[in-house]
C-alpha cells in the first residue's frame, strides 16, 4: 500500500487569505457593502446598488467564494489530503520542513 500526497491546488482556485482576520475584514467589507447598498435605496434611490458589485471584489466572487476561502484559510497548514489506493482522505498535517516554508512565504 503506497501513500502519496496530494499535489496543492492550482493558485486559481485558491480563495484563501494569508490570515483569518484579514479574511474576515474582508468578509465584513463585501457584506457590508450588500446590505448597506440595498437598506439605503429608500433613502438614496437605486444609484446606490451600484455598490453591490464591489463586494464580489471583496468576496473575491461570490458569498459561497467567501466561505469556501474562510475554510481554507482556517485549515492552511493542518490539514493534508492523503491518497492511498484510490481513496482520497483528510488528515492533520504532519509538521516538516515544505509546511514551516509554505507558512513563511504567506507572512
Same mark, same amino acid.
Given at each position: +500500500? =503506497? *501513500?502519496?500526497?496530494?499535489?496543492?491546488?492550482?493558485?486559481? *482556485? %485558491?480563495?484563501? $487569505? =494569508?490570515?483569518?482576520? @484579514?479574511?474576515?475584514?474582508?468578509? /465584513?467589507?463585501?457584506?457590508?457593502?450588500?446590505?448597506?447598498?440595498?437598506? #439605503?435605496?429608500?433613502?438614496?434611490?437605486?444609484?446606490?446598488?451600484?455598490? /453591490?458589485?464591489?463586494? #464580489?471584489?471583496?468576496?473575491?466572487? !461570490?458569498? *459561497?467564494?467567501? +466561505?469556501?476561502?474562510?475554510?481554507?484559510?482556517? $485549515? @492552511?497548514?493542518?490539514?493534508? &489530503? @492523503? !491518497?492511498? %489506493?484510490?481513496? !482520497? *482522505? #483528510?488528515?492533520?498535517?504532519?509538521? $516538516?520542513? %515544505?509546511?514551516?516554508? $509554505?507558512?513563511? %512565504? @504567506? &507572512?
Amino acid at each position: +500500500m =503506497k *501513500t502519496v500526497n496530494a499535489e496543492p491546488a492550482a493558485r486559481g *482556485t %485558491d480563495f484563501a $487569505s =494569508k490570515s483569518v482576520p @484579514r479574511h474576515l475584514a474582508r468578509g /465584513a467589507i463585501g457584506f457590508g457593502l450588500i446590505i448597506g447598498s440595498i437598506a #439605503l435605496v429608500p433613502v438614496a434611490g437605486p444609484a446606490v446598488l451600484l455598490a /453591490a458589485p464591489l463586494a #464580489l471584489v471583496a468576496f473575491r466572487g !461570490c458569498p *459561497t467564494c467567501w +466561505m469556501v476561502g474562510l475554510a481554507q484559510t482556517v $485549515s @492552511r497548514g493542518r490539514l493534508e &489530503r @492523503r !491518497c492511498a %489506493d484510490g481513496v !482520497c *482522505t #483528510l488528515a492533520p498535517a504532519h509538521p $516538516s520542513a %515544505d509546511h514551516s516554508a $509554505s507558512a513563511a %512565504d @504567506r &507572512r
